[in-house]
């Protein structure tokens, strides 16, 4: 499959997210970037030719390409699903952006066809990655802010008020949750690795029906998590994990380059900074990169059974709140 241990890999999708993964491949090891996909054919040539990419091809092309080993699926989550599918179907390992799915059934099969064709799938939870967020998680490990007790996190940007858009558009999947909020609800998983025992939830919609703003309580027995998204306006977007002793704080969690620990009286004790000069997807490529040299169908950070919890929790989450798409069964 593989050609001098190298991954052959492809985009799908030229948007926004599809320009991070390429300005970041110049980092990886072991790989190529081959080709790039767009709905747009134009578009597609476009990219290829500013990030030197040898081809630029259609969907389908990409499908039935016997050059490529990987695809970055970096299109809207609307369209996750059925291009994941056929790139699995097709033999190609996956790295989906997040959510990978729209619904936990979605993933459910995009898992058994992983399995069944022993093909790597992984959501690409970049914040998993990150340098801040791990050693959060390191100092956590450590005792530093003694027994984890709260999580708060807020991811809130306010997005154009175009009602014909894709966010505001309940047939493509939109709202706040699953553009937003998967970032809160995911972090809240990685720092308890538990499933929410109790999950409340409360949210706004907006006249075509998505979620606008929306609260979220999860209860994880000795720890409670209190998770806010929405698309009307810009909150502090700040993650903090408060211990009996201390607290660890992440400005733009997201995203982070830093994190600072206090102690319980509020004190600066200890702070972490990274020096990375990528946009910091590279940390999730590699890793990806690695495990589909090693031969594995899933990641031990981000593995199937974590991405399903996950959409089985924002399934629930929107179902407390009567979020339905048109498109999924009764």
């Known amino acids: 499959m593989h050609t001098k241990n190298k991954i052959r890999w492809a985009i799908l999708g030229a948007g926004k997210i599809a320009n991070a993964f390429a300005k970041d491949f110049p980092f990886m090891q072991n790989a190529d970037l081959v080709a790039v996909a767009s709905s747009d054919l134009e578009r597609a040539r476009n990219f290829a030719k500013e990030y030197n990419i040898p081809k630029a091809l259609s969907y389908d092309e990409l499908y039935n390409s016997h050059e490529i080993d990987a695809v970055y699926i970096a299109t809207t989550h609307n369209f996750h699903f059925e291009q994941a599918l056929k790139c699995l179907q097709n033999g190609k390992a996956v790295l989906c952006e997040k959510p990978i799915t729209v619904n936990d059934s979605e993933f459910k099969k995009l898992a058994a066809v992983s399995k069944e064709k022993n093909v790597f799938l992984m959501e690409a939870m970049w914040t998993y990655f990150l340098p801040a967020i791990k050693k959060a ?13 709260v999580i708060q996190a807020d991811f809130a940007v306010p997005m154009e008020k175009n009602y014909e858009g894709r966010v505001y558009n309940l047939k493509l999947a939109g709202g706040s949750l699953l553009d937003l909020g998967v970032y809160p609800v995911s972090l809240a998983y990685y720092f308890t690795d538990m499933v929410p025992v109790e999950i409340i939830a409360s949210g706004a919609m907006t006249q075509t029906g998505v979620d606008e703003r929306l609260g979220m309580i999860f209860q994880y027995g000795d720890i409670t998590a209190n998770l806010f998204t929405a698309i009307t306006t810009r909150m502090t977007n700040k993650l903090r994990l408060f211990g009996e002793e201390g607290y660890i704080e992440i400005h733009d969690f997201w995203r982070t380059r830093s994190a600072k620990l206090f102690d319980q009286d509020y004190n600066l004790t200890d702070t972490f900074d990274d020096d ?55």
């Not at 998680?137 to 007790?149: N, V």
């Open 276 to 330: 990375r000069t990528s946009h910091g997807f590279i940390f999730e490529m590699q890793h990806a990169n690695d495990m589909i040299l090693d031969g594995k169908i899933e990641s031990p950070v981000i593995p199937h059974s974590r991405s399903n919890n996950i959409q089985e929790t924002m399934t629930e989450v929107r179902k407390q709140i009567g979020l339905k798409y048109p498109f999924e069964n009764s």
């Open 137 to 149: 998680k390191q100092w956590l490990g450590e005792g530093r802010i003694g027994k984890l007790k």
